[in-house]
């Protein structure tokens, strides 16, 4: 099976830099997702890493190391529309993912 | 990148009634579709997966007698509710098993509630 562990909140202020964390246990792996979703809306794709290592989207850029069962996203210069509830997502076998409960992150002037 | 269309976005409907939710793929072939559910405040849990042509798989704990699911063409797959009641009132989104790498697309969602 899948377990994934992100924080429940985390607040932030704009212009600023945070970093939401997420370890993983997982029986099989095909690659890990961070999704953007919005109160009410469907989850938005941000980013997927499948090796080690940093990818770079403009603001947004997210970290693999599965050695560790470990992934981080990082949004620089931090907007009010950021405010939302960060996913985590594990792929595993049969193109299934399994997600986390989400980090609801709070921007503040 | 892939678009998946799903119909409608939200609906009220009565205890007992049944509800069909419809997802669509409008520029590529989708021979799987994941069906998840999403309860306020939580994450989103796959409820079953359907395949073009054969039987739907369904996540344990998940009544397939309820959920119907539907999977005709390789552009369409549909989850009807059957004989919904008020605790079946969800975020219901589907995502087509991604053609590719390295991307998941969603449908809109659609807001059940049961009254």
């Known amino acids: 099976g899948q377990n994934i562990d992100q924080p429940t909140e985390m607040t932030a202020t704009e212009g600023a830099i945070v970093q939401i964390n997420c370890t993983y246990q997982?029986?099989?792996?095909?690659?890990l997702f961070w999704y953007q979703q919005h109160a009410g809306e469907a989850p938005t794709f941000l980013s997927y890493?499948?090796?080690?290592g940093l990818e770079e989207k403009g603001r947004f850029s997210s970290f693999l190391s599965r050695s560790k069962g470990y992934s981080y996203l990082l949004l620089k210069e931090l907007q009010m529309k950021d405010s939302a509830s960060y996913l985590c997502?594990?792929?595993?076998?049969?193109?299934?993912?399994?997600f986390g409960d989400g980090t609801t992150l709070t921007v503040k002037p | 990148g892939a678009v998946v269309s799903q119909h409608p976005s939200w609906v009220i409907c009565k205890s007992g009634t049944s509800v069909k939710i419809e997802c669509r793929s409008l520029d590529f072939q989708a021979t799987t579709m994941f069906w998840y559910r999403q309860f306020p405040k939580q994450s989103l849990m796959l409820m079953a997966t359907?395949?073009?042509?054969?039987?739907?798989?369904?996540e344990q704990g998940v009544e397939k007698d309820k959920f119907l699911i539907n999977h005709a063409s390789l552009t369409l797959s549909t989850l009807t509710v059957t004989s919904a009641h008020p605790e079946d009132s969800s975020f219901y989104i589907c995502s087509p098993r991604d053609p590719g790498q390295g991307e998941a697309f969603f449908g809109q969602g659609t807001r059940l509630t049961v009254v």
């Open positions: 997502a594990v792929r595993g076998n049969a193109g299934k993912s399994t």
């Open positions: 997982t029986s099989g792996f095909n690659g």
């Open positions: 359907s395949n073009e042509g054969s039987k739907a798989t369904y």
């Open positions: 890493n499948v090796l080690d």
